[in-house]
């Protein structure tokens, strides 16, 4: 039996070699992504935009109004009132007829218990004002 194939040999080859060569490719890549995506000074000068907030890509056009910090809070409420409700009626329609009225009736459970969340997102998302800095 030969040296190469010993078991020390090969606990060696995969737990300090192979990780060490695969380290080295990492960090290879990364240095060469870093040298080919390097910020071109030149450009950075002539962009006075570049690190001001846009509005929905575009230039901004004036002072803002206010910096807001939930302004989707109510819709994102309400979307984690109806997201277990629709997967809910997904599994509803695709159970056999004998737990259908088992699940029916956990899914108007569900709806009655989810029914006030999704009426106070509704609420909070038309009170975006209130959630300026």
Known sequence: MSIAYSPLVLAANSF??????????????????RVALRARTDIERHEPYKYLPFESSNPPRGVGKSRLTFQYFGYLIMFLAVEP???????????????????L???????????????????VSKRVPEWGV
């Not at 300090?16 to 992504?33: F, K, N, R, S, T």
């Not at 409700?85 to 004998?98: E, I, K, P, Q, Y």
């Open 85 to 103: 409700m629709v997967v809910l009626l997904t599994f509803l329609t695709a159970a056999s007829r004998n737990y259908s009225g088992d699940l």
């Open 16 to 33: 300090i070699i192979v990780p060490m060569i695969i380290l080295a490719l990492l960090v290879g890549v990364i240095v060469l992504l």
């Open 105 to 123: 009736l956990l899914y108007l459970t569900l709806v009655a218990v989810l029914a006030p969340l999704l009426a106070y997102g509704a609420y």
